[in-house]
C-alpha cells in the first residue's frame, strides 16, 4: 500500500520497458527508496538511523566476508590467522579494525535507533509488526556479535564464551547438557569455535532477510514521524528520493566521519587488551567483560546476587533474557493514543529517568564485579523493569497529552488548508 | 490482561533486584571494607619524560630508537621472551637493508630438519623465518622460570591498558618494598604483612605487585647501542617500549596516515552532501519569519 498521491514509476527507455514486463525489480527500488514512496516532510535527524543501520549491516558482510578468506576457525591457529591479517594481508590491518569497530558502530546506531522508537511510540499501531521484526534483528545482531568476538580466540573470546554459554547450565536439569551440547564439549574449544564460525557467517544473512520484512512491514503503513500525527495529504509528504537521500546521504557522512577517527586512530579504544593475548584455559582474566554493546544486559545479569525461591544465577539469567524480550510487549503496554513523546509531558519525564537508568546500567556493567557498582546496578536493574512492566503502562492511561497539531503540515509551515484524508490521528485500538 | 501479568512480572524482577540490594547493602555495612595493598599501592603506568615519538595522532616512529630497542630485546629480553609474530623480514621496515636482514638473521638458529636424517635441528635463520623462541614448548618454559612462563613480546603492548607506558613504567619501577610509599603513606606501615614471597621481585606497576620477572635492565651499558646514545636504564626501558609498540602495531604509522587522507576526502563529500540536501530542500522547507 501507499498514498494515493505516490508517484508511479513509468519506465523511460525501451529496455526499462521490457525489464519492467519481465522483472519490476526497478520499480520495486522505485517505491521502496526511490520518488516513489512518500514520506513525511517532517521527519528529523532521529529518522537517519534505519539507513545507517543497513549500512552497518552491509559493511560488516562486506569487510567480513574479505576477512574470512583469510581468517581460519582453528583453535591452534585462529589467533595467528588474526595476526596474520593484522600485518601479511594487503590493507589486512583495516578491514580487520573495520570490521571489529563496525559492530561497535552497528550497535550505537541500533540503540539510537531503537530509542528513537522508544520516545516516538515507533512500536503502536500500526506499526506493531514493524517493531517486533526489529527487536527479532536486535537479538539476531546480538548472538552475532557475540559469537564474532569469540573468533579472535583471545581470553575474552574464550572466556567470554564459557561465561556466556555457562548462563544455559543455571536452567534447572536440562541446564548442563544445553551448554555442552552449545558448546560442543565441557569447555570452549575447536569444536566450539567451528560452530561459532558457521553461525557468525550465516547469520548476518538472516539478519538481511529479516531487514527486508522490517522494511516491506514499514512500507506498509508508511514512516512514523516526530509529530505522531499520521499523513492526511500530500502536502505532509515528500517522496524518498531527491528528499531523504540526500539527508541520509548527509547523516551518512558525518556517521563516516566518526567511524574513520576511531578506526584509523583509535582502532582498540572499544575493545579490551585481553583480546590481544591467546585464549589460555588455564588462566583466568581478573575482570571477565563483554563488548561494550553487552554492558547493559550484562549488568542486569550480575545485579541478582540473592537466592530468593530459585538461585541467584538463574534469576539474573531471567532477568536478563526478559530485559530485551518485554520489548515485544511494548505495543501492548503503552495505551496511549499519543505516539509522540513531545506530546506527552509525564511520559517525557520517565523517559529521561529510563535513559539516565540505561547510561547507569551501562556503566555498572563495565566496571568490576565489586561494590558499590553491584548495588547501583541493583537499583538500576529494578527501575529497568518498573519503567516498562509498571510505569509505562499507568503513565499511558492516568496522563493528559498537550494538544496534538491538526497535521503534519500545520506543524511545520504553522496552517493547514487542505487536509483530505480525515481525522486520523488516533491509532487504530 | 497482558499489562496486569507484565506488571506483576515487573514487580517480582524488580523486587528480587531490591532484596538482592538490601542484602549487599547489609553486608557492605556490617563488614569492613576489605582493602588489599596491591589495591592500594599500585601505581598507572606513565611514559617517559616528554612521552613516545609515536603519541598522538600525527606521532611518527624514531627509527634509530627502533633500532635501539632491538638491540636490546635481542641481548636481554630474549633470553627468556620470544616473539613469535614477527619475521626477520620485517626489520626493513626498521632501516635495514635486505642484506642486513639476511646477515641478522643468519645469527638466529631457528629450529629445523636435517636434510639427510630427517631429525630435528637447528639452522641458521632466513629472512622469512619467525623470530626463534628461547624455550622449545611452554613446559620447558615453566621449568626454567619457577613455573611463570615468560609472556610472549609481540603483542605485549597492545595486551595491556597504555601498553607503551606500561612496559616503560614496569622495566624502570623495580623497587625496595621496604622503602615504597605512595602518597605519602609507606606501604610497610599500611600493611606490616605484605611479603614478597621467594623468586618473586617487587614492582607497583605490575597488578599485584609482585612480579616472577627479575629486574631485566639493572646497570648503565649493559647494552651498547651502536649510535653511540648513552645506554642508561631509563633509555634501554623506553627503547625497548618503542620497539615492542612497533612489534605490536606495525602499521601504526601507516594506519594515521591513510586516516588523514581518508578523514580530509569525508570533510569535504560529507560538506557537499551537507549542501547538496540544504538545496534540494530549499523548496520545502518553511521560511523562517524575520
Avoid at chain 1, 177 to 206: E, M, T
Avoid at chain 1, 299 to 309: G, P, S, V
Wanted: net charge negative; aromatic share 16%; charged share 15%.
Amino acid at each position: 500500500m501507499s498514498f494515493p498521491w505516490a508517484k508511479e514509476y513509468t519506465p523511460a527507455s525501451g529496455f526499462t520497458k521490457w525489464i519492467d514486463e519481465k522483472l519490476p525489480l526497478p520499480r520495486f527500488v522505485y517505491n521502496a527508496v526511490g520518488a516513489g514512496y512518500p514520506v513525511p516532510r517532517n521527519l528529523n535527524y532521529m529518522w537517519n538511523f534505519g539507513v545507517l543501520a543497513g549500512f552497518c549491516l552491509v559493511l560488516q558482510i562486506v569487510t567480513g566476508v574479505v576477512l574470512a578468506m583469510h581468517y581460519a576457525a582453528n583453535a591452534q591457529v585462529a589467533f595467528g590467522t588474526v595476526e596474520h591479517i593484522m600485518r601479511d594481508v594487503n590493507w589486512g590491518w583495516m578491514l580487520r579494525y573495520m570490521h571489529a569497530n563496525g559492530a561497535s558502530f552497528f550497535f550505537l546506531v541500533l540503540y539510537l535507533h531503537i530509542f528513537r522508537g522508544f520516545f516516538y511510540s515507533s512500536y503502536k499501531a500500526p506499526r506493531e509488526m514493524i517493531w517486533l521484526l526489529g527487536v527479532v534483528i536486535f537479538l539476531l545482531c546480538m548472538a552475532t556479535a557475540f559469537m564474532g568476538y569469540v573468533l579472535p580466540w583471545g581470553q575474552m573470546s574464550f572466556w567470554g564464551a564459557k561465561v556466556i554459554t555457562g548462563l544455559f547450565s543455571a536452567i534447572p536439569l536440562v541446564g548442563e547438557p544445553i551448554q555442552v551440547w552449545l558448546l560442543g564439549g565441557y569447555a570452549p574449544d575447536n569444536a566450539s569455535l567451528n560452530r561459532f564460525f558457521s553461525l557468525h557467517f550465516l547469520l548476518p544473512f538472516v539478519i538481511a532477510g529479516v531487514v527486508i520484512l522490517h522494511i516491506w512491514a514499514l512500507h506498509i503503513p508508511g514512516s512514523s514521524n516526530p509529530t505522531g500525527v499520521e499523513v492526511k495529504s500530500e502536502s505532509d509528504t515528500v517522496p524518498f528520493h531527491p528528499y531523504y537521500t540526500a539527508k541520509d546521504g548527509f547523516g551518512l557522512g558525518v556517521f563516516l566521519i566518526i567511524y574513520c577517527v576511531v578506526v584509523f586512530f583509535l582502532p582498540n579504544m572499544l575493545g579490551h587488551p585481553d583480546n590481544y593475548i591467546e585464549a589460555n584455559p588455564l588462566s583466568t582474566p581478573a575482570h571477565i567483560v563483554p563488548e561494550w554493546y553487552f554492558y547493559p544486559f550484562y549488568a542486569i545479569l550480575r545485579a541478582f546476587t540473592f537466592d530468593f525461591i530459585l538461585e541467584a544465577k538463574l534469576w539474573g539469567v531471567l532477568a536478563m533474557f526478559s530485559s530485551i524480550l518485554l520489548w515485544f510487549l511494548l505495543p501492548w503496554l503503552d495505551r496511549s493514543p499519543v505516539r509522540s513523546g513531545h506530546y506527552r509531558p509525564l511520559f517525557r519525564i520517565f523517559f529521561m529517568i529510563f535513559v539516565a537508568d540505561m547510561a547507569v546500567l551501562f556503566y555498572c556493567g563495565g566496571a568490576p564485579a565489586e561494590e558499590p557498582y553491584v548495588m547501583i546496578s541493583q537499583i538500576a536493574t529494578a527501575y529497568y523493569f518498573l519503567h516498562f512492566l509498571v510505569i509505562l503502562p499507568i503513565v499511558s492511561s492516568i496522563e493528559k497529552p498537550k494538544p496534538l497539531p491538526y497535521s503534519i503540515t500545520e506543524a511545520v509551515l504553522g496552517s493547514d488548508k487542505k487536509a483530505v484524508l480525515g481525522e486520523n490521528t488516533q491509532p487504530a485500538t | 490482561m497482558i499489562r496486569i501479568i507484565a506488571a506483576l512480572a515487573g514487580l517480582v524482577f524488580a523486587g528480587v533486584a531490591l532484596l538482592a540490594f538490601f542484602n549487599g547493602a547489609y553486608t557492605a555495612l556490617t563488614e569492613e571494607p576489605q582493602h588489599s595493598a596491591d589495591h592500594e599501592f599500585h601505581l598507572e603506568a606513565h611514559g617517559p619524560k616528554g612521552g613516545f615519538s609515536f603519541d598522538g595522532p600525527t606521532g611518527n616512529w624514531d627509527i634509530a630508537q627502533l633500532q635501539r630497542g632491538l638491540k636490546v630485546y635481542s641481548e636481554v629480553c630474549s633470553a627468556c621472551h620470544s616473539l613469535k609474530f614477527v619475521a626477520f623480514r620485517d626489520l626493513e621496515e626498521l632501516g635495514y637493508s635486505e642484506a642486513q636482514v639476511k646477515a641478522f638473521a643468519a645469527t638466529k638458529q631457528v629450529p629445523g630438519i636435517d636434510p639427510n636424517t630427517g631429525e630435528a635441528t637447528t639452522r641458521p635463520g632466513e629472512p622469512t623465518d619467525y623470530f626463534p623462541s628461547p624455550y622449545p614448548n611452554a613446559v620447558a618454559a615453566a621449568a626454567a622460570n619457577n613455573n611463570a612462563i615468560p609472556p610472549d613480546l609481540s603483542l605485549m603492548t597492545k595486551a595491556r591498558h597504555h601498553g607503551s607506558d606500561y612496559v616503560y613504567s614496569l622495566l624502570t619501577g623495580f623497587t625496595d618494598p621496604a622503602t615504597f610509599e605512595k602518597d605519602g603513606k609507606r606501604l610497610m606501615e599500611e600493611f606490616p604483612d605484605f611479603t614478597t614471597p621467594d623468586g618473586l621481585y617487587f614492582n607497583p606497576y605490575f597488578g599485584n605487585l609482585n612480579l616472577a620477572m627479575s629486574p631485566p635492565l639493572v646497570a648503565e651499558g649493559q647494552v651498547t647501542f651502536d649510535d653511540g646514545t648513552k645506554a642508561t636504564v631509563p633509555q634501554m626501558a623506553e627503547d625497548v617500549a618503542a620497539f615492542l609498540t612497533w612489534t605490536a602495531e606495525p602499521k601504526l604509522v601507516e594506519r594515521r596516515q591513510t586516516g588523514w587522507g581518508v578523514l580530509v576526502f569525508l570533510l569535504f563529500a560529507t560538506v557537499l552532501a551537507y549542501f547538496a540536501k540544504k538545496q534540494i530542500w530549499a523548496g520545502v522547507k518553511p521560511k523562517k519569519k524575520a
